[in-house]
Structure formats: C-alpha cells, structure tokens
C-alpha cells in the first residue's frame, strides 16, 4: 500500500472515530427541551382554545357533541351577552377595568416610591423593612383577606369600591420590584451629581431617577393589572352589591345560577374569552412601550 493510501486511511490527527456523529447527536439532545417546552406550550394553551371554540357553540351544539369544530353561534352568544339584565356584563368590565387601571396606576407611584427610597437612601431600618416587605411576596393573599374585611369593615368601607382599591395599593412584589431595578439602574454617582448642582432630591427623583426606571416600573404596572384583573377573592369577600362586582366575580355568579339554568352556561363562555380580550391588548401594548424604552435606555448610555 502507497503512502498516500495510508495518509488517506488514518484518522486526522485529534479526531476520534464517531466524531462525525458527534453534531448530529448534539442536535437530537438539543430537541429534547425545545420539545417539552412546546407540550407544555400546547397543554397551556389546550383550554384557550377550547373556550374560544365553545364560544362559538349555541346552547345546543354546546352540550350535544365535544368537538374542537367551531359553531354557528357566536354572534347569537355575544347578543344573548349584551342583553343579559340590561348589559349587566359591560358593567362588570367597566368595574375591572376601574379596580385593575387604578388599582395598578396607584401600586405603581407607590412601588416606585418605596423601591427607590429603600434602594438610594441609607438610614436605620432598611433592611428589617425590606425583609419584611419579602415576607409579604411570601405570604399568600388569602390569609390577609379577613383582616382586610374586618379592618375596611371597622372604618364602613365594605361593600363600596375603595374595599376592594386599598388593599391593592402596597403590593410587596411590586415594591421589592421596584427596588431591585431601581439598584441596578440608577447609579448612585449620578444621584451624586445632581446633588451637587443642587438639585433637589424631588427633582432628581422625578428628572433623573424615574426616567431610568421606566421599564421597570412598566413590568410592575403589568403584573399588577394582571393580578387585580384576575383577583377573585377580596371581591368576594368585600362586596355584596353585583353592581360593584369585577367581571371574574360576574362571571362566578353567572355560573352558579347555570346550575337551574344551563343556557347560561354560553354567556358564561363567552364571557370569559371577552375579558381575555383587554389583557392580551395590554400586554402587546405595553410589551412595544417597555421594548422602546430598553432601546432607548441602551442607545442613551
């Protein structure tokens, strides 16, 4: 056999036989978590499909067969929903879009309030606060929800709409939230600096401070109008008046009543894929908004 037979024959030098598996191998391994998370994508998303199925369905079609093929019933439910007790429906939105946009606005002047005192100032007490705001994300809502009602209960508040709006104005995350971006996001020399030019510290909060922490304090306004949104509870127990109720503690009475009436089982479907509907435009909205201030924020520094 000739040298370059040989030359041709023998392994390159730090190759291994099986190397060109090697790739192709890595690439089965790599799928194995882009495919679980796309099972667990489908299993999440297997009920919003199902509700904006069902919403499609009458009454009939609704409880005949369980098929994931649309109805012919939609515009029927949404005309059954608008005529429910003179709209009584839009009035539930109304009521959460009033407890969610203000409940969130408020939580936020006061996340950004407290997360930037906790994380600029140094003074005694800080940290036993911050400890304790942590021991608030831990503690579950429903075990402060009675000593809420019989606190706003002592002060007559019950059953109006600021029983529901205090409580949701100190939101531990947010605040912890808030402090963390805050930390990481407003240098403590640019503080500095505008002290020395004799700045007021109002005017570097509100000229230095908040511009920086924009996008933060947009992530704290989302995860908090998401959560008043999707609040069940406190409602629950704070109000007695349907007139005052959320559209998630609506939809429950709905529900209940579909037990001796079960044709309003199809409002109560269609209801809920409608109060999807301005949680999904918010979130794209202030998903773009919280993006440009990113860029923003990068392109400044």
């Known amino acids: 056999m000739s040298s370059l037979a040989v030359r041709k024959a023998r392994p390159a030098a730090g190759t291994t036989p099986g190397t060109a598996q090697g790739p192709p191998q890595r690439r089965r391994i790599a799928l ?5 998370l796309v099972i667990g994508a489908l299993y999440c998303m297997l009920p919003v499909a199902w509700v904006v199925i ?18 012919s019933g939609f515009t029927e439910n949404i005309s059954d929903l608008n005529a429910y007790r003179d709209g009584v429906y839009w009035k539930w ?11 969130a606005l408020l939580s ?10 906790l994380a600029i100032y140094r003074f005694r007490g800080r940290e036993t606060i911050f400890n304790v705001l942590l021991a608030g994300v831990l503690m579950p809502p429903v075990i402060l929800a009675v000593p809420q009602y019989l606190l706003l209960a ?3 508040l019950t059953d109006s709409y600021l029983s529901v709006l205090l409580p949701l104005i100190l939101s531990p995350y947010g605040v912890y939230l808030a402090r ?3 930390a990481a996001a407003v240098p ?8 020395m030019d004799g700045a007021s510290e109002w005017r570097i909060f509100t000229r230095v401070a908040l511009p920086m922490m924009v996008p933060g304090l947009v992530t704290v306004f989302l995860f908090q109008f998401v959560a008043v949104w999707n609040n069940f509870l406190l409602p629950y127990i704070m109000l007695s008046d349907d007139e005052k109720f959320p559209i998630t503690l609506g939809l429950y009475t709905l529900l209940e009543q579909g037990a001796n009436t079960p044709a309003l089982y199809t409002l109560v479907i269609t209801g809920a894929l409608l109060a999807v509907v301005p949680l999904i435009a918010l979130f794209l909205v202030i998903q773009r908004f919280w993006s440009l201030d990113l860029l923003s924020g990068a392109v400044k520094s």
């Open 154 to 156: 002592e002060a007559n």
């Open 108 to 117: 936020t002047v006061v996340s950004a309030f407290s997360g930037y005192a």
């Open 32 to 36: 194995v978590p882009t495919v679980t």
């Open 188 to 195: 403590s020399d640019v503080v500095e600096a505008g002290r």
């Open 180 to 182: 963390i971006y805050a």
């Open 54 to 71: 069902a919403a499609t369905k009458s009454g009939s079609e609704l409880f005949s067969t369980f098929t994931f093929l649309p109805g």
């Open 93 to 103: 939105m109304g009521n959460s879009a009033l407890y969610a946009g203000l409940g």
